[in-house]
């Protein structure tokens, strides 16, 4: 099942999220707006919660949308998904072709 929204490529998270991750003294996480979604690559073995895609979440996702609530996804510098499995699917199946992301510095937390 696919919904498009007819000239909707991109859907901005509110600046809300982006700040949430950018109130640290370090740069653990890098807010990045309108990455193409092409460019993002899947590793499961990175997930930190091994679950499959709910497709049941993903539908009530699209029959609920709440603008508010839409937070970016989590990638790491090698454009690798960290975390938002269910919003990345929700965008495809939205037809959008960029979505907002932060990139974790994975390095910088670990030290």
Not at 84 to 95: D, P
């Amino acid at each position: 099942m696919r919904f498009v929204m007819k000239n909707i490529d991109y859907i901005p998270v509110k600046n809300h999220w982006f700040e949430m991750y950018t109130q640290f003294e370090k740069p653990y996480w890098e807010p990045k707006e309108k990455l193409l979604i092409k460019k993002i690559r899947i590793n499961k073995d990175l997930f930190d919660y091994q679950n499959v895609v709910d497709e049941a979440e993903v539908l009530f996702m699209l029959m609920n949308f709440d603008r508010d609530a839409w937070m970016p996804i989590t990638i790491n510098k090698d454009f690798f998904l960290i975390d938002g499995q269910h919003r990345l699917s929700f965008a495809k199946k939205m037809g959008l072709k960029f979505i907002d992301v932060v990139i974790q510095d994975t390095e910088l937390l670990e030290n």
